[in-house]
């Protein structure tokens, strides 16, 4: 698009400076700074620079970013003028409704550049690196494709909304729609034009609360600029994804303690038998939702979404020409024979050595092929989820068995070489918490020692929900013996976080009472219709012994 000075007319461009003749033959440079943003005064000093090196034009757009910043134009260009020394080009104060934002983008943050050639031709807009830095935008939905067990596309495994089609009454699902058919769609286009503008995304939420209370999120801002010099205004990103995390289905041979039926379709089945023999129990669980059972109302239901052989065939080519870093999870996907197709498509296609892949898996299943295309990747990475030593693991994710979970992590150990990672990767919760520093000396003897490049560890799979596996509920007085005995143990801050929030109380007492009859309830039944070896109560006496009191 051409900058045309008729059309674009920024008000009175004072003193007449920015005229065509003036603009013409040199590159030009505006910059929509935050009025009296505080960081102006040592940054301006670049554009200074710039300015008097004769090489651009730099054009000063002072832009009041809230509607809420006092002062007039006449006090803006005394700022600029005066308090600044600002020797350049310098518009009147425009609202963001403005022709100029509209065609060439809304200002991103505090000093948003937009770059014209000799022959006033856009060519991009970049928010300057290292300060106002963006706190809404994100790189995923310029790099990263995310594909939910049910087959629905989102922006990430964060959010939880579903991404629509055009027409606003269908979601897209990778069952039925490719990947090139949502990667510009109207809502994409819209989110990414939002974040560039610094407006905040209703599917981002969760990031700006976890931020808010000072926890990190997912969000990156990384290549921001490379993003957004590859957008165009209306939002079309021309380029692919790089990155993925596909989630292939719910098929799972485990009902683990906090999963639910959307990732294991064995669970949904079991809460159905149990109903049978119990509705009340049953009619209980859908009423308390997230709180004991994050239930979803497709109990029992198989999600296979990827065995439609079009869009299987058009994922696959996706993933070997365009995905660099991959994430599987499933279900389980060492269950699914998708999944290796995946790895013999990619082989085909001599595409192997270009990807990093990294494989959520719960250790029951190996496939001997795997020896083959694993040492063919760039890198691999098993996050390994195991859960406790021996029986409590294979209580929390029943009915896996320990020697099987032991000897699949020899298998990955054996094939390691020089590009295999293996991560612990424990969901810690109510269940385990009692034994973290235990699963840590158990995990780092069975590394050689200590953790290191290729043996690692990682907190990403800490429980939240459902509440009652969170380890938030329990007393008062469990939880400080909990916090004391692993506080002998120094491992990280986030461990040393962890046993900070034992020693918190977070419910009212009301809140205590009823979370913790839930967890009862609810893992009474279970252990009966499961006929387990050994119940919660005999796993944790202590734990069971407080409940008690505390319930009394
Ligand atoms: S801001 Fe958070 S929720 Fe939004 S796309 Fe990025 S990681 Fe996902």
């Avoid at 051409?2 to 040199?26: A, F, M, T, V, W």
């Avoid at 983008?105 to 000799?118: A, L, Q, V």
């Avoid at 801002?221 to 957004?228: A, C």
Wanted: with cysteine.
């Amino acid at each position: 698009m051409q900058y045309d000075s008729k059309i674009y007319q920024l008000n009175s461009l004072r003193l007449g400076l920015i005229h065509e003749d003036n603009i013409q033959n040199k590159p030009s440079i505006f910059v929509a700074v935050g009025s009296q943003a505080v960081e102006t005064k040592s940054r301006i000093k670049k554009y200074i620079d710039l300015h008097q090196a004769g090489t651009h034009n730099v054009i000063i757009i002072p832009h009041d970013f809230d509607g809420t910043e006092p002062g007039d134009n006449h006090e803006i260009y005394t700022y600029y003028e005066t308090q600044l020394s600002v020797e350049f080009y310098l518009t009147e104060k425009i609202p963001r409704g403005h022709s100029f934002f509209k065609d060439f983008g809304k200002p991103m943050e505090n000093f948003t550049e937009y770059h014209f050639d000799e022959n006033t031709k856009f060519i991009k807009r970049v928010c300057e690196t290292g300060f106002g830095k963006s706190k809404v935008f994100c790189d995923k939905p310029f790099a990263h494709n995310y594909i939910h067990p049910d087959g629905r596309i989102r922006l990430c495994c964060t959010t939880k909304q579903n991404l629509p089609t055009n027409n606003n009454y269908n979601l897209f699902n990778a069952g039925t729609h490719s990947i090139d058919d949502y990667w510009n769609s109207d809502r994409m286009k819209e989110v990414r034009r939002k974040m560039i503008a610094g407006e905040k995304i209703k599917d981002c939420e969760r990031c700006y609360q976890q931020e808010s209370q000072g926890v990190q999120s997912l969000r990156t801002t990384q290549n921001m600029e490379e993003y957004i010099r590859d957008t165009l205004p209306d939002g079309t990103y021309l380029k692919s994804a790089t990155e993925m995390q596909i989630q292939m289905g719910n098929i799972c041979n485990l009902k683990c303690k906090m999963c639910s039926q959307m990732y294991s379709h064995m669970h949904g089945l079991e809460t159905l038998a149990i109903g049978e023999q119990d509705p009340e129990w049953f009619h209980w669980v859908k009423e308390q939702g997230a709180n004991v059972n994050n239930w979803t109302n497709d109990l029992g239901r198989k999600e296979e979404w990827y065995k439609n052989p079009d869009t299987k065939q058009k994922m696959f080519d996706h993933i070997s020409k365009n995905i660099e870093s991959l994430v599987v999870i499933g279900g389980e996907p060492t269950l699914i024979p998708e999944f290796y197709e995946m790895f013999e498509h990619c082989e085909k296609n001599g595409t192997l050595g270009d990807k990093s892949i990294t494989l959520v898996t719960n250790l029951t299943n190996t496939n001997p092929k795997m020896t083959e295309w694993l040492p063919k990747l760039q890198a691999w990475t098993i996050w390994a989820s195991v859960d406790g030593i021996k029986e409590r693991t294979e209580y929390i994710r029943y009915p896996s068995r320990w020697d099987k979970v032991l000897e699949s992590l020899d298998f990955y150990k054996k094939n390691i070489g020089n590009n295999g990672k293996i991560v612990l990767s424990p969901a810690v919760q109510l269940l385990n918490i009692d034994q973290l520093d235990d699963i840590i000396k158990w995990w780092k003897d069975w590394c050689g020692g200590e953790l290191n490049e290729q043996f690692g560890w990682t907190w990403l799979a800490t429980v939240w929900y459902p509440l009652i596996c969170n380890p938030s509920i329990a007393p008062r007085e469990w939880r400080l013996k909990v916090a004391d005995k692993l506080s002998k143990y120094q491992f990280d801050e986030y461990y040393e976080n962890i046993i900070k929030s034992l020693r918190e109380d977070k419910h009212t007492e009301e809140q205590y009472r009823e979370l913790q009859k839930s967890f009862i309830k609810y893992n009474d039944r279970q252990d009966q219709f499961r006929d387990v070896p050994h119940t919660w109560r005999q796993l944790l006496p202590e734990l069971d012994q407080s409940l008690t009191n505390s319930l009394k």
